[in-house]
């Protein structure tokens, strides 16, 4: 598949996933599945890490 293609529909899947237009998980499974396996950060996992470092000082 053209890489400039499956960049589009990783970024629509992530947008999706943020807005909870699908489960988490659906949106897991596609993000790997078009991945190849490895699953990208999104905006919203990036924030809660961001957070999670604030609150414990790490």
């Excluded at 899947?13 to 950060?41: D, F, T, V």
Aim: overall charge positive.
């Amino acid at each position: 598949m053209d890489e400039m293609r499956k960049k589009i529909i990783i970024q629509e899947i992530n947008s999706w996933k943020e807005s909870r237009m699908l489960p988490e998980q659906y949106c897991n499974y596609l993000l790997a599945l078009y991945g190849q396996g490895e699953i990208p950060p999104s905006k919203s996992n990036e924030t809660a890490s961001k957070k999670k470092r604030h609150l414990f000082g790490c």
